[in-house]
Each structure stands twice: as structure tokens, then as C-alpha cells.
T-cell receptor
Framework: AQSVTQLGSHVSVSEGALVLLRCNYS??????LFWYVQYPNQGLQLLLK??????LVKGINGFEAEFKKSETSFHLTKPSAHMSDAAEYFC?????????????FGQGTRLTINP | ETGVTQSPTHLIKTRGQQVTLRCSSQ?????VSWYQQALGQGPQFIFQ???????GRGNFPPRFSGLQFPNYSSELNVNALELDDSALYLC??????????????FGPGTRLTVL
């Protein structure tokens, strides 16, 4: 069965520092993997996705993630944090159930940026 | 902006009541999925509709039901509300991809509080 584990429910970094949010997945088939961001009182916005092309995926707002099959990981990084990056981040894996496309999300990581 | 809208933004109901949440999908999208996001959790897949029929369901009881209309609108109905139904309900629209992946676009959500 497909599942996602996000390590660390809260991450705090200083403005300008490296952001690293960890995600490990479990999937019986080659996965489609995603990172979403959720700002307070808003829905989910897609940051980036891995769909079996390049293993290093670049997304919006300077974020990128690397798919590592041997480690079953898809960690999200950004070289330099900005105050506007403060939000909740969700890693997700997609699979098809009965022909429907289902996203399975991790528990989320709340990112706080310190000035 | 994803072009997916939801109404109402907030809703308060009492235990045992019934509720209807609405979603307007992007033009051209033929699937709509509903997710429940409890406080501090990642979204959980409720079900997906395709061509006005349920097409895959997560681990939710039958008192959660839906409708999809030809005009790109859809509804989530929940009967006999329980306290644990308090959550943010997200809809996501997309196009059907039974063996691969097509991006789903999320609305801003409806926050339901059950007292």
C-alpha cells in the first residue's frame, strides 16, 4: 500500500538559511510524488511533482526535490529561506484506485522562518 | 488561483444534522475529488466522481455522498453529522488518467465545525 511519512511536524529555520523538509514514501509501484504548500486558511498549492522523468525536480518559489529510489525519499529543499515561505508543507503520493486518481498525504510539516 | 471555487467558506452545524458543501471545477475538467483535512492532519481522500458517478472511495462511511453535475459543479453531502466530522473539506478537479497522472487543482476549502 502507498503511504507517506514526513519526518518532523515542525521545522524552524532562520531567514536566508537552507530549508530541508523530509519525506519518505512507500509504494508498490513506481510512484508519482508531490509537494504541496498550504498557507493559513487556504487550500493546497502544488510546489512540484515527480512523474518518472528527471530525478531532480524544480518547482515554484525556488524549491526543488530529489527522488531517491534507493532511499525511498523525496526531500524538499530551498537554498535560502524567505519569510514568505512560512506555511504548512505536505508530501503526497498518487496512485490509481478503481480507476480513480487518489492522493495520499503525509501529516504535514509546519515551516517557521525566524528573522 | 486554480479556478476551483468552494462554498461556503465556513459552516457551523450541530451533531445529527445534514450538510451540503459545493464546489465549482475548472472548465473542461471531468473529475472531482473530495478530501477531508482534520486539524493538524494531512488531507484524507473521501471519493472521486467521474461522469457523474462515484469512481473510487476512501475509508469513509456511506453517510458521505456526492453529486457531480454536467456544468462542472459538484456537491459533498454528509448526513448524521458527528463531532469528528469537523474539518476542512477540499475539492480538487482534474482530468481522468486511469493509468498515469494528471494534475489535480484544489479549491480553498470549506471549514465545517460540528457542535
Amino acid at each position: 500500500a502507498q503511504s507517506v511519512t514526513q519526518l518532523g511536524s515542525h521545522v524552524s529555520v532562520s531567514e536566508g538559511a537552507l530549508v530541508l523538509l523530509r519525506c519518505n514514501y512507500s509504494s508498490s509501484v513506481p510512484p508519482y510524488l508531490f509537494w504541496y504548500v498550504q498557507y493559513p486558511n487556504q487550500g493546497l498549492q502544488l510546489l512540484l511533482k515527480y512523474t518518472s522523468a528527471a530525478t531532480l525536480v524544480k518547482g515554484i518559489n525556488g524549491f526543488e526535490a530529489e527522488f531517491k529510489k534507493s532511499e525511498t525519499s523525496f526531500h524538499l529543499t530551498k537554498p535560502s529561506a524567505h519569510m514568505s515561505d512560512a506555511a504548512e508543507y505536505f508530501c503526497a503520493v498518487s496512485f490509481n484506485i478503481q480507476g480513480a486518481q487518489k492522493l495520499v498525504f503525509g501529516q504535514g510539516t509546519r515551516l517557521t522562518i525566524n528573522p | 488561483e486554480t479556478g476551483v471555487t468552494q462554498s461556503p467558506t465556513h459552516l457551523i452545524k450541530t451533531r445529527g444534522q445534514q450538510v451540503t458543501l459545493r464546489c465549482s471545477s475548472q472548465s473542461g475538467h471531468n473529475t472531482v475529488s473530495w478530501y477531508q483535512q482534520a486539524l493538524g492532519q494531512g488531507p484524507q481522500f473521501i471519493f472521486q466522481y467521474y461522469r457523474e458517478e462515484e469512481n473510487g472511495r476512501g475509508n469513509f462511511p456511506p453517510r458521505f455522498s456526492g453529486l457531480q453535475f454536467p456544468n462542472y459543479s459538484s456537491e459533498l453531502n454528509v448526513n448524521a453529522l458527528e463531532l469528528d466530522d469537523s474539518a476542512l473539506y477540499l475539492c480538487a478537479s482534474g482530468t481522468r488518467a486511469p493509468t498515469s497522472y494528471n494534475e489535480q487543482f484544489f479549491g480553498p476549502g470549506t471549514r465545517l465545525t460540528v457542535l
